[in-house]
């Protein structure tokens, strides 16, 4: 009986995870459909102003070429500057999808919370979450890292969701 309940768990865990893995970006306009407006936190509004949405063009300026020459093209600098997923998807800095997931999945669901992470939305459910998520970037291997004051960088880009 374990034997089955072990099979059954990893035969759910891998398909989790090829489900995962076959999500494909939507990008900040189609999050930005739902995501806007006083009603729900101005979610978008607060992005758009963000320096997170430059940050695809920070790697197109003087002072990126001067840390790493073709920065807009060099993986290690995208990694952390936009989302690549393919060449039909235009480079937006770091927008929704790099912290929440990619969308396709999740997208048409948002308004059952449960079913959304199901399909691959990101949850962040407490602030040590979301600093272990900030810290995949924001962190020594950047060339410009002066250290990462997490609740001073969170309270400029923090968008959560109004209750009710």
């Keep these: 009986m374990k034997k089955i309940f072990s099979l059954l768990f990893a035969g759910l865990f891998i398909l989790s995870f090829s489900v995962f893995a076959q999500n494909k970006y939507v990008g900040s306009k189609m999050c930005g459909m739902c995501h806007k407006g006083e009603k729900k936190g101005s979610q978008l509004e607060i992005w758009q102003k963000s320096q997170h949405a430059k940050a695809f063009e920070t790697l197109k300026s003087a002072e990126a070429e001067k840390i790493k020459k073709g920065a807009s093209e060099a993986t290690e600098c995208l990694e952390c500057h936009a989302i690549t997923a393919d060449a039909k998807f235009t480079p937006e800095g770091v927008s929704c999808e790099m912290c929440h997931g990619a969308g396709s999945a999740y997208k048409s669901i948002m308004k059952d ?52």
Excluded: R
């Design 113 to 164: 919370k449960a079913k959304a992470v199901a399909a691959g939305l990101v949850d962040f459910k407490d602030n040590a979450t979301i600093e272990k998520t900030c810290k995949k970037c924001h962190n020594e291997k950047s060339p410009t890292h002066k250290g990462f004051k997490f609740e001073e960088m969170w309270a400029k880009i923090k968008h959560p969701a109004p209750k009710g």
